[in-house]
């Protein structure tokens, strides 16, 4: 091989290489928040490695019912190590972790007592907190009547020192196997090196032939990334199908995610400022609800939702929409504004992942009884915007600009020898390397 094509060789290899790396930064899954793997200690056989990876999907270790035949326990002492596509990051005034498990209704036996210790190799941990699922029908966190029904509780989960976590145990500290019934492990804020990131979900909110849906919205941008300022949702290009009660909040969320709360807390939530409508109001092309401090006005401009900072529906309010419901929001648009004017549109039927990509269906905890069989699950939809790092699309058109002036510089000492071979010939001799 020439000197010339050896040199756009490797140039090219380099360049599929940065191509490829650039391409994962891209490729958003909107699994990322949530453990990919699972492994149980020696002498455990939990079951994790198959029913708990992934978005919550009513499916659960020690499962002998609810969704599936698992033969597998979580017996006392047992443990499981789950793991993470990325590392999680430690945000300060909120839990980091978010554990869910099914909690029978009242007078049900589950009782475990969770061990949760976390690690940044999967060799080292550390423990981090312990909590007990009987806290699920608990109605100081959980609201009435959500509390004494069997459902799919979360609990939350602070990493205290530890950081970077790319690995998560489980112990059973319980006496008996039959108390934790392990659903998903979610990583509220996964590390990411862009400045404008995002994760939301839309969860349903009862039954099928009810239109209404919950928003979780999280800003998993870097470190001093761009706030989230603005969110806007236009109406379904489905004939019949209309958008309506909108003016609810979503509220921020820091010291407990999920909160008995009526109002939103401080410091600050997404409130509507335009198109807000009531239940049953006209019909309207959008909505738009932009950042507020104090729950009314437009916040300053170049605040939002921080990074590492999440916003949520209370799990009394929700959006609403009327028609067709065959396809729940198909055909919805949606659009995210960053503080400093980034935006990013989507639509629900193009680009948000469903459940056969991201899980089953996640089992829904707000009941008019207490028979999860007939009343649940409902499905709960991601999608993830983490687009490629800042400078590696100018990296890769660097290299590419390289790449097409080696390519032109070879092409015209082709030209050459073949007008002037001695002269040529002379030429790439002098360039190949000397030897003795």
Excluded at 76 to 86: A, Q
Excluded at 218 to 231: D, F, M
Excluded at 322 to 341: E, I
């Amino acid at each position: 091989m020439s000197p010339h094509n050896h040199l756009i060789g490797r140039l090219g290899v380099r360049l599929a290489l940065l191509a490829f790396v650039s391409v994962l930064a891209g490729a958003a899954s909107a699994a990322t928040s949530y453990a990919v793997a699972a492994e149980d200690d020696p002498g455990s056989s939990t079951g994790a490695d198959t029913v708990a990876i992934g978005v919550p999907d009513y499916q659960f270790v020690n499962d002998i019912g609810f969704g599936g035949a698992n033969a597998d326990i979580f017996g006392p002492g047992e443990s499981t190590v789950l793991s993470f596509p990325v590392a999680i990051r430690n945000i300060a005034d909120q839990p980091d972790l978010l554990i869910s498990a099914f909690v029978g209704g009242a007078g049900a036996t589950d009782g475990a007592e969770v061990q949760v210790d976390v690690s940044s190799d999967g060799i080292d941990f550390t423990e981090v907190a312990t909590f007990d699922t009987t806290d699920g029908r608990n109605v100081a966190l959980y609201p009435f009547p959500e509390v004494a029904f069997e459902s799919v509780k979360h609990f939350a989960i602070e990493l205290g020192s530890a950081s970077a976590a790319t690995h998560v145990r489980l112990t059973n500290l319980a006496s008996t196997a039959e108390g934790l019934r392990l659903d998903a492990v979610e990583g509220l804020q996964p590390a990411t090196a862009s400045s404008h990131a995002f994760e939301i979900r839309f969860e349903k909110y009862r039954g099928d032939e009810v239109g209404r849906f919950l928003v979780r919205i999280k800003n998993t941008a870097r470190p001093n990334g761009v706030a989230i300022r603005e969110l806007r949702i236009d109406k379904s290009t489905t004939p019949g199908v209309t958008l309506e009660d909108t003016v609810t909040s979503l509220c921020e969320q820091r010291e407990q995610v999920f909160t008995p709360l009526t109002t939103c807390p401080e410091p600050g939530s997404f409130v509507c400022v335009e198109n807000c409508i009531l239940d049953n109001g006209p019909s309207i092309p959008f909505s738009r609800h932009v950042w507020s401090i104090d729950g009314e006005n437009e916040a300053p401009a170049g605040t939002g939702l921080e990074p590492g900072r999440q916003a949520m529906h209370l799990r009394n309010e929700n959006f609403d929409t009327d028609g067709t419901l065959l396809t729940f929001l198909g055909g919805f648009a949606f659009t995210v504004t960053f503080a400093d004017g980034f935006e990013h549109s989507f639509t629900f039927s193009d680009d948000v992942l469903d459940q056969a990509t991201t899980g089953s269906l996640f089992q829904k905890y707000l009941y008019f009884s207490n028979t999860p069989t007939v009343f649940g699950p409902r499905p709960v939809y991601y999608y993830e915007f983490v687009p490629e790092p800042e400078g590696a699309g100018a990296a890769i058109a660097a290299v590419a600009a390289l790449l097409a002036l080696t390519r032109r510089r070879a092409s015209m000492l082709h030209r050459e020898a073949r007008s002037t071979p001695e002269t040529t010939t002379q030429l790439h001799a002098n360039q190949l390397p000397h030897t003795t």
